[in-house]
């Protein structure tokens, strides 16, 4: 079982400094236990990328772009060749445009299967099973044909910690990749915008003064059953 | 509300007395308005009834009939062109977001378009969130595939200027499965919808790109307001769409969530534990019958006998709840603060005066250590 786990370079929310993006780090934990694992990252040479080997990674290879470049056709080109089971992506890339696009266009030009926001995978035989987190904690259990691209949800298991030792002995392979340029739109500096205020107030309501608790729970009970929290 | 300011100018104005050299001013009860009269004044406040009532902030006299105004929904007959918004409509019913999304879409029709909206609501509710077409979608099952093929089907069939979704976790993995799909740019993640220009966050929210509303366009929660004119037609419309699921999937199984073990700030009913609480074992027993996620006020984190990550507050979790039961909690204007979106409170309290019982929709004044162990048989005796 060939696994690749698409790295991106992340944004310490801090010091804003270049560092492994958390939840790339969390797909190199999901991916651990199924197979042989290999990161991918296509991007400007720095050194954060280097530190993904660090939580658990065995190999990694860095096709090195222009700072701006797409990644997609260099991506592409290479996960064509290589052939693999299964690929895993973080949601969006940080720092950059943060479309959260990429693991869309890439499934669509590998002709594959996508399924966003993992949170535990499992494999049988060419069949890989997977958690999708849902709003309000609920999952969704798939299973599919591999292969295919998966994103990673930030429920899923914590990134294995960071060792040394780990990131000295794993291999980084370095390729020179063609980058397509990006048409950036119009920037200017951010600035915050207050958010529309939710406030919600009860339609109408309902005093009780010293009921017996009987009467208490049954009210409710009955007030929960208008809300269709119970049957 | 303050009175009418007076102008006193004016006042000697209205009294000056034409001709004459110097200037005269009438000083009769008449011009001055100094004298009062106390019988046209009590009938201005007098609500009339049963018993006479007194009415001292304008609102009496004779009542008039409530006149039922008629309901007036716009319609636009010939529309220049369209604007398609696909709300989530989880179970048929608007969210908040996506009220705001047809909002947002409200505001790129407004130069002589009107709303497409492409959900599975019912033409009343899409009507009044401001829809002036409506497609049904009766898509049923788990398929985002095939659902982005009947999308890109519709948006050659109709081509709106505009295609709007949600960003939420189902809307956005929709609007990026077009995009690749069709090949289309997708501007994600607007935070302001005018329609000239439409914004985002990007490079870890340092700088926002800025252009002229592109076509497709996902919209961030809580920052356009939700439509709020007249109701709109929400004609149906016909659309041929492609049937079938894709058969990706060999199965799709729901789970249900373990209440207990939902993060809090994610639970959709919350059963939280404050200072009239002193048996916790039947307070969990019962968070667990009832299917809630246990919550806690700070006096009983502080005091250890909920752990901090179940603390319900402004230091602690500010909730998106549905729902929110309240047992022996008063309300700090903290604590509140942490229940501020949610919709339904229900208060169990001994102080009929404390700031929970006045937030609630159902407020039980009544010893919250009674009432749990009697909710708990309540529910026995229904699930034996």
């Not at chain 2, 010893?367 to 009697?374: F, G, S, T």
């Amino acid at each position: 079982m060939k696994i690749t786990v698409l790295l991106s370079r992340g944004i310490h929310p801090v010091s804003g400094r270049a560092c492994p993006a958390t939840l790339d780090a969390q797909a190199i934990s999901l991916a651990l236990g199924l197979g042989v694992v290999e990161g991918l990252h296509a991007g400007a040479a720095e050194a954060a990328i280097a530190d993904y080997l660090g939580h658990g990674l065995p190999a990694l290879t860095h096709l090195v772009l222009p700072e701006t470049a797409d990644p997609l056709p260099a991506l592409t080109g290479h996960l064509r060749a290589a052939r693999q089971d299964l690929i895993l992506a973080g949601r969006q890339s940080q720092g950059g445009e943060e479309t959260g696009l990429l693991p869309y266009r890439l499934a669509q030009a590998l002709d594959l299967p996508m399924v966003a926001d993992a949170v535990g995978l499992a494999i049988e035989g060419d069949v890989l099973t997977v958690d999708q987190a849902l709003p309000r904690g609920a999952r969704r259990r798939l299973r599919l044909k591999l292969p295919c691209l998966v994103t990673v949800h930030p429920a899923a298991p914590p990134p294995l910690p960071f060792a040394l030792g780990q990131r000295r002995r794993g291999r980084l392979a370095r390729l020179e990749a063609e980058g397509m340029p990006v048409v950036p739109l119009e920037e200017v500096p951010y600035r915050p915008r207050p958010k529309l205020m939710v406030a919600a107030q009860a339609a109408e309501r309902r005093l009780m003064l010293h009921p017996s608790p009987a009467e208490a729970a049954t009210a409710i009970l009955d007030h929960l059953r208008g809300l269709g929290l119970r049957r | 509300m303050t009175g009418k300011r007076r102008d006193p100018r004016a006042e000697r104005d209205a009294r000056r007395v034409a001709g004459g050299e110097r200037p005269r001013f009438a000083l009769t009860p008449a011009a001055t308005g100094l004298r009062r009269d106390p019988r046209a004044e009590r009938d201005r406040v007098t609500v009339a009834g049963e018993r006479r009532r007194l009415v001292r902030d304008g609102a009496g006299g004779a009542a008039p009939a409530p006149v039922a105004a008629p309901v007036v929904r716009v319609v636009v007959e010939e529309p220049a062109f369209l604007v398609l918004a696909v709300p989530e409509a989880v179970r048929g019913a608007l969210s908040a977001h996506d009220r705001q999304l047809l909002g947002a879409a409200r505001l790129l029709a407004e130069a002589g378009g009107a709303v497409a909206v492409f959900a599975g609501v019912d033409g009343p509710a899409a009507g009044a969130a401001g829809a002036d077409r409506l497609i049904a979608d009766d898509l049923t099952g788990y398929d985002p595939e095939a659902r982005a093929a009947r999308l890109a089907a519709l948006a050659a069939q109709l081509s709106p200027r505009h295609i709007l979704l949600p960003e939420t976790a189902s809307g956005g993995d929709l609007a990026r499965r077009l995009a690749a799909l069709t090949g289309e740019t997708l501007f994600a993640g607007a935070e302001r919808v005018t329609a000239d220009l439409v914004t985002r966050p990007a490079r870890a929210r340092r700088v926002e790109q800025r252009c002229r509303p592109p076509r497709l366009i996902t919209l961030a929660a809580d920052r356009v307001p939700a439509y709020g004119g007249p109701p709109r037609e929400a004609r149906p419309l016909a659309a041929t769409l492609p049937a079938g699921g894709t058969g990706r999937f060999l199965s799709v199984e729901e789970i249900a969530p373990d209440p207990a073990a939902v993060p809090l700030g994610e639970a959709g009913f919350v059963v939280a534990a404050g200072n009239g609480v002193r048996d916790f074992a039947t307070f969990r027993a019962l968070a667990a019958a009832l299917g809630a996620t246990p919550g806690a006020s700070r006096a009983v984190c502080d005091a250890g006998a909920m752990p901090r990550a179940a603390q319900v507050g402004a230091s602690g979790t500010v909730l998106r709840a549905d729902c929110y039961l309240a047992f022996g909690i008063s309300g700090a204007p903290q604590h509140l603060a942490g229940i501020a979106a949610t919709e339904q409170v229900i208060a169990v309290n001994t102080d009929l005066h404390a700031a929970m019982i006045e937030r609630a929709g159902l407020a039980i004044v009544a010893d919250a250590q009674a009432v749990m162990p009697a909710l708990l048989a309540a529910l026995k005796r229904e699930k034996p």
